[in-house]
Structure formats: C-alpha cells, structure tokens
C-alpha cells in the first residue's frame, strides 16, 4: 500500500523537485495549483502529507479554511516557506515540519523522510496483520497451552483457544513470525474473551530488538497488501 500526498503550489520547478524526492519515497503525489480545489480534493479523498507553498497567493486563508473544514486526524501539514511571511503562516497552521526555497534536496529528503515515517509510525501502530500460525501460552501457574494466532499488531494479537483454558491465566507468549526464522516472546495480560475462543491479548513487555522486529515485519506486511 503506497501513501499519497498533495502539493499546493504554482511553482513547477519546485514541484518537479518535490515529485522526484516523494517518488523515491514511495508516495503518490497529487499537484494542485488553486487552494480552494485543493479543499475540495482533501474533503473527499484520503490524503496522508500536504504540502503547502507560503509564496501561493491564498496560502494564508487555506490554513485558516483547512483547520476549520477538513478534517485532518491523518494529515501531515508540510510547509514550503517564502520568507518571514512563511513561517509565521506555518506557526498559524499548526504544520509540524518545514523547510526552506529554493528547495534543498538535501533538506527536502531528510523533512519528508522524517514525516513519512510519522505517517507510517501512525498506520502501524492501529494495523493488524491476519496471520494463521500456532503460539504457546504460558500460564502464571507455569501451565502450557497451544493456540491459534488469528491476527497480529503492534500492541498484540488476537488468538483462538480451545475449550476449557482459562484466559485470564496467560502470562506470556511465544511464536514465529511466518516468512521468518524470528521467534517472538512478551509478557503480555488478557484484553478480552469471548464464549466461541477468541482472546485479544495486549503485550505488556517485549524486548527492544524484538518490538523493532515486529514493527518492521508489520511494515512489510503493509505495504504488501
């Protein structure tokens, strides 16, 4: 799955630079000249990362307008700024990253980099990737106890159990990522369980080499779909 992005400006030779940078990122990039049909686009279609030019006639009034209007729970304001003018509007559209014109690519890659990775960090951490493979679960009475794994995020994994084991036992989990030779193990506690043997289990504790394991598995996972 790729991630989109929309710039707003009428500078081409900036445009052009901007379209290279975010191709090698991996993100779709949409141009729009005029701020008020860029509104309209971001009304209706899912947009991950704006990039607004401070030198576009308007800019000012489309940051008022999109804070009121659009809603923005997975949008990343980037802002080109022109000068003073430019970083004043930025501080009033609430933008977390900015960098100068003309553009540096230098600059330019390392500011959307690091807003691409907000973005990802974002889709991940509510991703769940359906996998299908055995884990063991160790009860706080040292019992053992095999399961399916349905599906897999970040912050846990919902499994299916068989009949009779007490969920609310389960204190720490073993598997394998599928594709794989890492084996995966967490203290982790019982979200919730239902009558049919589904269980949704959150990770209390997992070792740092490991969380960045997983969280790179789940990337490719993604972006495979």
Avoid at 8 to 18: A, F, G, I, T
Avoid at 153 to 180: C, H, N, W, Y
């Amino acid at each position: 799955m790729t991630l989109s992005s929309m710039v707003v400006s009428r500078d081409w030779q900036e445009v052009s630079v901007l379209e290279c940078i975010l191709g090698s990122l991996h993100m779709d990039v949409a141009v729009e000249s005029e701020p008020q049909r860029a509104l309209s686009r971001l009304a209706t279609s899912k947009i991950d990362a704006l990039i607004v030019d401070c030198d576009l006639n308007g800019s000012g009034q489309f940051f008022r307008e999109l804070q009121k209007e659009v809603p923005r729970t997975s949008t990343v304001p980037l802002v080109i700024m022109g000068g003073t003018q430019g970083v004043r509007e930025m501080e009033e559209s609430g933008a977390m990253f900015a960098f100068d014109k003309p553009i540096s690519v230098e600059q330019a890659v390392r500011t959307l980099s690091a807003a691409r990775n907000m973005i990802l960090d974002g889709r991940l951490r509510y991703h769940r990737a359906g996998v299908e493979v055995p884990v063991t679960l160790s009860g706080r009475r040292k019992k053992r106890m095999s399961a399916q794994l349905i599906n897999l995020s970040q912050g846990g994994l919902q499994i299916r159990v068989k009949d009779g084991f007490d969920a609310s036992e389960a204190a720490l989990v073993s598997f394998s990522l599928p594709g794989t030779n890492c084996g995966m193990r967490a203290q982790v506690e019982v979200a919730w369980a239902d009558e049919r043997g589904n269980v949704g289990i959150r990770f209390v504790k997992m070792a740092s080499q490991m969380k960045h394991t997983l969280r790179l598995w789940l990337a490719q996972q993604y972006f495979a779909n």
